[in-house]
């Protein structure tokens, strides 16, 4: 069974940096594509940026673009999601999530991990 488990969220001011992880295990994952979510109160659940596991090859929604960027680590099976230049309207609990590269629904979810901006 496919285990997704996040870790680095926290408060940080506006302007700065955090580093979001993803422990992925279960499987091998080379036939997966892995993404990066987050939900706002009261707001529907935000895609941000996927990558394949294989071959690297990423995506990012516009809202994020050139200041988020998502990256992983074969040989330690994580994921990580690299966010710069923070504003506060990206306070939200931020969510791995994984599916098979040939389909279209993610159906493996981590927990989540909170990430709150000051301004």
């Known amino acids: 069974q496919v285990q997704l488990v996040e870790s680095g969220g926290g408060l940080v001011q506006a302007g700065g940096s955090l580093r979001l992880s993803c422990a992925a295990s279960?499987?091998?994952?080379?036939?997966?594509?892995m993404g990066w979510f987050r939900q706002a109160p009261g707001k529907e659940r935000e895609y941000l940026a996927a990558?394949?596991?294989?071959?690297?090859?990423?995506w990012y929604a516009d809202s994020v673009k050139g200041r988020f960027t998502i990256s992983r680590d074969k040989a330690k099976n994580m994921v990580y999601l690299q966010m710069n230049s923070l504003k506060p309207e990206d306070t939200a609990v931020y969510y791995c999530?994984?599916?098979?590269?040939?389909?279209?629904?993610?159906?493996?979810w981590g927990q989540g991990t909170q990430v709150t901006v000051s301004s």
């Open positions: 279960g499987r091998t994952f080379s036939s997966y594509m």
């Open positions: 990558i394949t596991w294989s071959a690297g090859i990423t």
């Open positions: 999530a994984a599916r098979l590269a040939d389909e279209s629904r993610y159906n493996y």
